[in-house]
């Protein structure tokens, strides 16, 4: 027994002993020669046992074995493998990658090595991107790359974000194909900016000729972040912040107000000063003295908060992420808000070595509050411009129009029923009451995502076949309720249903949409990699197969007895009669199928010379019969010339890249069914209301990029410049046949072409040599549009609205209109001026250039008078770190761009007794005092003609993002991983612009929400 015990007590020492030799502690520190290097992988190779270096660079592993090899990685050095050796220290000095030409970028359907690229493509760097805290990425895009023009319509959170790469190439649709995990779309909303890994801009028509026919606007790859084998991890990340309104203008107060009234009543021809009313106005005693603008602005609050948890095996690895976004305004109540909540699940298997599937899906919901914020009707920021000081907010409980439910001044001063409104202050709109009255509530329900196979052929699996099946969901549910208020309008007799009701939303009204939009795309590719001796090879095939269709459906009703949310749904609202508006129903559906080849094929020999020849067919439902199929080649070539054996002793140089391109892409944005004839049924049976054209075709970008790459000193300081001329040619466009054969709809046809040219350029500096770390990078662009070809019929493009017009030899929509040349001084100057026909022009009026020189002012003296379209855009981003703590800002701008400022016209110039900036108080009055705002009156002085003194210089620069950080170090455990930081956005802008946001996209400015002031704190932790 006594045997038995030692011998079982021997074999657990023997056992214990050899666990303890096989199952180490190891520790250490990475570092490189400016010192410790955080968040650096240490893996032991061949198996899924990891960690990553904290803060001061260092690691330990729990179950490294005393033969197992350790394997360093971090971005932007080489990889380093050291073998433990029975030792329990193991430290690693890791060496900065000198070419960083292996990187793999993706570039379509497939990737390819950085050094092979030829074409312009730009990778994000998302780091820097993650410090723009906004509801959209694509705004984050702003500054970030050269040639890749970002702005939002509007400031309100939810409105639309306009992007542009390189120049707009068509009178139509211009937008950019996002493609997210091989799916394409139109549109990033729903995408929560933490689940992006990768972002890349293919700008030249070479690079971005795989997507063919959807490709003219430009083309962004989107990979989005997956798990990975080895130890399981959790991140998550919460912020908060305010926003403010900023750089408000000064605005007159009652006193003011009521000096110009005045005086523009006096200067008014046939008036009598002893009738005037403002003179009268001041001995009331309801006068208010209301700041509009400051009523109506208050604090926005965001709120952001997201979760990932990840990790996997050899064989399997997930993550699942989930986010939640809202941001409400910073205009009064609620009625501007915004929520995003975002869920995503990834799944990735191996099957065998050989054979891989796995799914990708995101679920998205979006809720907007949506408030009229472009000087669109109603106009809540117009009305808080224009509306006279002189009115209050609020009625006095006393006023016998008052009501507990509409409490707000409307119109001026009610006299009693008989003696109607006073009509000097002008009929404005109350902007609080339009705020509080909006209902207006728009939701998004979107499911995206993909399931993928893919399998290796031949021993060395360098042939793969891939199948990806991608569905793009929306379902939209919009619902307005324009709820009846204001004062009463009089206009009706007393047995009319509206008699009594307010004015605004006469009668109250509701009106429902819904619809839904699916697409899925199926893609198989068939990709060969491989290298043989000096040769490399990256060759693919492939289709790809889209559907998309569409539905909605939507009603109206009005007349609603009771207004409680319960009620607001079509069935409690009237069916109508002589007098009430009747409900109104309607339904529509289309869809659209693109069917397309595509190969592609690039030849490297000797890491020096590489070639690309891509070529893709598609054939598209929405054009005519004759011309289905598009066809878009291009070819592109580089030249790594550092690569040579003579260029080896230039040590300070460590890469220099050579790049040619050309090639061809199309845009079939065009309503579906656009090609075909439209017919309508009539008592005489169907009658023709559009003519058809079965000749309809794509529209052709033809895109050449030269361009070139260097690196210095270890690639510590790169630059790369590039210069493109980009034509678009068969520009659809929509032309009304002649009125002598009917009325008609307009027909679409090939007509037209428009050409991009210019340059872009980028400077980067990294230094990681030292505790202090700092880089610094500038990109810069220039372009220069012009329309080079109209329909021959079609002069030119006229836009009453925004006062453009789009003609041969100028940009697209270029403002046309008066040439402002200042004021009248004189009698005599108006005599000598327009000797032809004064037209009652005054001294202290506007004057404006005689073009053709026949002394009068006429529609023949309009010319061009501003440009729309940016001529140059650039960015500015710096980062730096020294222990736990960092730093980063991005500055962001754009010069040479023009901008209609309709506001400032109604604000400073209107004769009507509308409120205005205190610029007016500077106005003319007499000889001599102004030569840039003419007399005070309620005559026209010229202010009524579209003209350049409302064309304002719209160029700024802006302080976009500044954020300042702090990571705990190691050593305190509880906090280990931990980053605060406190963000500012938009806190500085230069600019001469005087409307309220100079970013703003939209070519006339009636009173735009600004862009947001923002300070946010935030804190995140991985685990």
């Known amino acids: 027994m006594k045997r038995k015990i030692t011998y079982y007590l021997f074999l657990m020492w023997a056992f214990l002993s050899t666990s303890a030799i096989y199952a180490q502690t190891v520790k250490g520190t990475v570092s490189d020669n400016g010192g410790p290097l955080?968040?650096?992988?240490?893996?032991?190779?061949?198996t899924s046992i990891n960690t990553a270096t904290d803060i001061d660079g260092n690691y330990t592993l729990l179950d490294a074995g005393p033969n197992a090899v350790l394997v360093f990685t971090y971005v932007g050095y080489l990889p380093k493998e050291v073998p433990v050796n029975g030792e329990s220290i193991v430290n690693a000095v890791l060496v900065q990658d000198p070419q960083l030409l292996n990187e793999v970028i993706v570039t379509g359907y497939s990737s390819q090595q950085k050094r092979s690229i030829s074409g312009a493509v730009a990778q994000v760097d998302m780091e820097d991107l993650s410090k723009t805290r906004v509801p959209d990425v694509t705004q984050a895009l702003q500054g970030q790359v050269a040639g890749v023009f970002v702005a939002a319509s509007t400031g309100a959170p939810g409105d639309g974000i306009q992007l542009r790469v390189r120049g707009q190439g068509t009178l139509g649709n211009n937008d950019v194909l996002y493609v997210i995990d091989?799916?394409?779309?139109?549109s990033i909303t729903f995408l929560n900016q933490a689940d992006i890994k990768s972002m890349t801009v293919l700008k030249d028509a070479a690079s971005a000729s795989q997507y063919g026919s959807r490709a003219a606007g430009g083309v962004i790859l989107i990979t989005t972040k997956r798990g990975s084998e080895g130890k399981s991890s959790f991140e998550a990340e919460v912020f908060t912040g305010v926003h403010?309104?900023?750089?408000?203008?000064?605005?007159?107060?009652?006193?003011?107000?009521l000096n110009v009234q005045e005086t523009s009543y006096n200067n008014t021809a046939g008036n009598n000063p002893a009738n005037n009313p403002y003179t009268a106005l001041r001995s009331r005693t309801d006068l208010a003295d209301t700041d509009w603008l400051d009523e109506l602005f208050e604090t926005g609050i965001t709120t952001s908060a997201q979760v990932t948890a990840s990790g996997g095996s050899d064989k399997i690895s997930y993550l699942i992420s989930g986010g939640y976004y809202g941001v409400d305004g910073i205009v009064k109540e609620d009625n501007d808000r915004y929520k995003r909540v975002n869920f995503r699940t990834n799944l990735n298997a191996k099957v065998s070595d050989r054979f891989s599937v796995g799914t990708n899906l995101q679920l998205t919901f979006i809720k907007q509050d949506k408030l009229s914020s472009a000087g669109d009707a109603p106009g809540v920021i117009r009305h808080a411009m224009i509306r006279p000081s002189a009115l209050a907010v609020f009625k006095d409980p006393s006023d016998p129009t008052w009501s507990a439910e509409d409490p707000y001044t409307d119109l001026p001063f009610y006299t009693g029923p008989n003696g109607g409104w006073n009509s000097a202050l002008e009929f404005t709109s109350n902007p609080l009451a339009i705020v509080h009255f909006t209902d207006d509530k728009r939701e998004l329900f979107q499911t995206f995502g993909n399931v993928y196979a893919e399998y290796s052929f031949l021993g060395d699996k360098s042939l793969k076949f891939r199948s990806n099946l991608g569905v793009d969901a929306k379902f939209i549910h919009n619902k307005n309720f324009a709820q009846n208020y204001g004062d009463a309008n009089q206009i009706f007799a007393e047995d009319h249903p509206y008699f009594g009701l307010g004015r605004n939303n006469l009668p109250n009204n509701l009106s429902e949409n819904r619809g839904q939009d699916v697409t899925f795309t199926w893609s198989n590719t068939l990709n060969y990699v491989k290298t043989i001796g000096d040769h490399d090879i990256n060759a693919l095939i492939g289709t790809e197969y889209i559907t998309n269709s569409s539905e909605t459906i939507g009603g109206t009703r009005s007349y609603y007895d009771i207004t409680l949310n319960p009620f607001l749904y079509l069935d409690y609202g009237s069916v109508g009669s002589d007098q009430i508006a009747r409900p109104y129903s309607g339904g529509s559906g289309s869809g659209w199928t693109l069917f397309s080849y595509f190969a592609t094929a690039t030849y490297g020999y000797k890491n020096k010379l590489f070639a690309t020849g891509t070529m893709r067919a598609d054939a598209s439902s929405r054009f005519g019969p004759n011309n289905k199929w598009g066809y878009f080649p291009s070819v592109s070539a580089n030249y790594i010339l550092s690569n040579e054996s003579f260029m080896k002793e230039v040590s300070w140089l460590s890469n220099l890249k050579l790049r040619a391109s050309y090639g061809k892409n199309g845009n079939q944005e065009i309503p579906n069914y656009a090609y075909q004839a439209l017919y309508i049924n009539t008592e005489n049976g169907p009658q023709l209301t559009r003519f058809g054209n079965d000749d309809v075709q794509w529209e052709t970008t033809t895109q050449t990029n030269f361009g070139v790459d260097f690196g210095f000193f270890k690639n510590k300081l790169t630059f790369s410049a590039d210069y493109f001329f980009k034509k678009t040619d068969d520009i659809l466009l929509t032309v009304t046949p002649p009125g002598t054969l009917g009325s008609y709809a307009a027909t679409y046809i090939n007509s037209g072409a428009v050409e991009n040219k210019g340059f872009e350029f980028f400077l980067g500096y990294q230094n990681n040599d030292n505790e202090f770390k700092y880089g610094v990078s500038a990109n810069l662009a220039t372009l220069k549009n012009e329309v080079t070809k109209l329909y021959t019929y079609v002069n030119n493009i006229e836009d009453n609205i925004n006062y453009t017009r789009t003609v041969v030899g100028q940009p697209i929509a270029s403002y046309y209109g008066y040439q402002f040349d200042g004021i009248y001084q004189n009698q005599a100057e108006i005599d000598n001026y327009l000797f032809a026909d004064a037209n009652g022009a005054q001294p202290g009026d506007m004057k404006f250039r005689d073009i053709n020189a026949d002394g009068k002012i006429d529609a023949n003296d309009r010319t061009f008078i501003g440009n729309p379209i940016p001529e140059f855009t650039y960015g500015l981003n710096f980062?730096?770190?020294?222990?736990?703590f960092d730093l980063s800002f991005l500055f962001q701008g754009v010069s040479n761009v023009d901008r209609y400022n309709d506001l400032k016209q109604i604000l400073d110039y209107d004769s009507r007794?509308?409120?205005?900036?205190?610029a007016v108080l500077d106005a003319w009055n007499g000889e001599g005092t102004s030569n840039t705002m003419p007399r005070l009156t309620f005559n026209a002085n010229g202010s009524e003609r579209i003209s350049s003194a409302m064309i304002e210089d719209a160029s700024y620069v802006r302080l976009k993002n500044i954020?300042?950080?702090?990571?705990?170090?190691?050593?305190?455990k509880t906090l280990n991983n931990l980053r605060i930081y406190v963000s500012g956005q938009n806190l500085l802008t230069w600019t001469n612009y005087t409307g309220l946001d100079p970013e703003s996209v939209n070519l006339k400015d009636q009173g735009t929400y600004p862009q947001m002031t923002s300070v946010m704190f935030g804190a995140r932790i991985k685990l």
Not at 182 to 186: A, E, L
Not at 879 to 884: E, L, M, V
């Open 244 to 257: 403010f309104a900023t750089n408000l203008p000064d605005m007159l107060n009652t006193e003011q107000y």
């Open 963 to 972: 954020e300042l950080g702090y990571t705990f170090p190691s050593s305190i």
């Open 913 to 918: 007794p509308f409120n205005s900036t205190t």
């Open 879 to 884: 980062s730096a770190s020294y222990k736990g």
């Open 38 to 46: 955080p968040m650096v992988n240490v893996n032991v190779k061949g």
């Open 182 to 186: 091989g799916v394409p779309s139109r």
